[in-house]
């Protein structure tokens, strides 16, 4: 792929909890990224009431780094609902979000930029992960039941390394419970749906270094399988 590839412009969101520790490793490697492949972009750290600093580090960063913002929630919404506040908060041609745990490398993604010239939404698929066994287990049935119920050969579809257009974007609308993780699958199986081009990537899901983990908790289990049942139903 050519790594020269230009993007007129690029949004940038990452989730932040816990991750006082993560983001100013995160931050200057997402803004070197964008800088070298866009001609506009922007950085948006939307910090989800975290018990930490990380609205501090956040704040700091956005201080440092131009082109850099932050939205800060009094109180903790969810993954869903503080993905879906980035995607409508981004202002540009694409959108692309990862964690701001730093467990993906958004570097991974220039040997395959050049995607984005042919392709509405730009998919991660995590080669390996840096996770328990049990959770790689829990990572192969969810993607296997998706694959089943709703016929399509996605990798990883809960890999949280993508980029959607804007197209894509102004044509689905999220309705996934705000404190559940079907998001990821549920924007793509509608993007699917629509006929948009998805491309995939593969990425290295690193080790979490810093923070505190909230993706395993049974209420955002629970909901996930409950939005999966209603996708599946045409409920959702």
């Not at 503080?82 to 570097?107: C, H, L, P, R």
Request: glycine letters at 6%.
């Amino acid at each position: 792929m050519n790594e020269s590839y230009r993007i007129k412009s690029m949004s940038f969101f990452c989730p932040a909890y816990y991750d006082a520790l993560n983001l100013p490793e995160l931050i200057p490697s997402v803004f070197s990224f964008l800088k070298k492949h866009c001609d506009e972009f922007e950085i948006l750290i939307i910090v989800d009431c975290s018990p930490d600093n990380t609205l501090e580090v956040a704040n700091n960063l956005a201080m440092r780094f131009p082109y850099v913002r932050v939205i800060s929630h009094k109180k903790n919404r969810g993954i869903t609902a503080t993905m879906k506040e980035g995607f409508e908060s981004a202002k540009y041609d694409f959108i692309m979000y990862t964690d701001g745990d730093n467990q993906y490398d958004v570097w991974d993604l220039e040997p395959h930029i050049a995607l984005l010239g042919s392709s509405d939404v730009l998919s991660g698929y995590a080669t390996k992960k840096a996770v328990s066994a049990f959770r790689r287990f829990q990572s192969w049935l969810y993607n296997s039941f998706i694959k089943m119920l709703f016929l399509v050969n996605f990798k990883d579809i809960n890999c949280s390394m993508k980029i959607y257009s804007k197209e894509v974007l102004n044509k689905i609308e999220i309705e996934s419970s705000p404190k559940g993780g079907f998001i990821d699958a549920e924007m793509i199986l509608k993007a699917n749906r629509l006929g948009f081009k998805i491309s995939q990537f593969p990425v290295v899901h690193y080790e979490r270094m810093n923070g505190v983990a909230g993706g395993t908790k049974p209420i955002v289990t629970l909901n996930t399988i409950k939005d999966m049942v209603l996708f599946r139903l045409g409920l959702l």
